[in-house]
Nanobody
C-alpha cells in the first residue's frame, strides 16, 4: 500500500524558513514523481512544486519560484521542500502526492492538473505569522 507521510510543518515568522519532508513507502517501483500541493482556507488546492524520479525535472508555480526548492533522496525515499522567505500568504495545509504512472507525463502537468496522482499524504499545517 502506498503511503506518504509529511513532516516539518509548524509556525514561522514572515521571512523565516521551514523544510518539509515527505517519506514514501510501499511503492513497488521507485520510478515515481512526487509533488507538493497546498490548500489555504477558502481556496482550492494548488500544485506548487513537483519533481521527477531523477530530480532532473522540476516545476514550481510562479508564487514560490526563487523561494522554495524541491529535492529528493531516493536512497531514503524522501522528498524535501525547502521553503525560504516565507510570507503570510504561504499559510496553508501542505500535502505531498505521488504518481507511478509517469509515461508521457510531465512534472508540470502533475502539478498544474494534479494529474494521475495515486496517493496523498495526510497533510501538514504551515502557518506564517508574526
Amino acid at each position: 500500500q502506498l503511503q506518504l507521510v509529511e513532516s516539518g510543518g509548524g509556525l514561522v515568522q514572515p521571512g523565516g524558513s521551514l523544510r518539509l519532508s515527505c517519506a514514501a513507502s510501499g511503492f513497488t517501483s521507485d520510478y515515481y514523481y512526487i509533488g507538493w500541493f497546498r490548500q489555504a482556507p477558502g481556496k482550492e488546492r494548488e500544485g506548487i512544486s513537483c519533481i521527477s524520479r531523477s530530480g532532473g525535472n522540476t516545476y514550481y508555480t510562479d508564487s514560490v519560484k526563487g523561494r522554495f526548492t524541491i529535492s529528493r533522496d531516493n536512497a531514503k525515499n524522501t522528498v524535501y521542500l525547502q521553503m525560504n522567505s516565507l510570507k503570510p500568504e504561504d499559510t496553508a495545509v501542505y500535502y505531498c502526492a505521488a504518481t507511478t504512472r509517469t509515461t508521457l507525463l510531465t512534472v508540470r502537468s502533475m502539478c498544474i492538473a494534479q494529474a494521475r496522482v495515486d496517493s496523498w499524504g495526510q497533510g501538514i499545517q504551515v502557518t506564517v505569522s508574526s
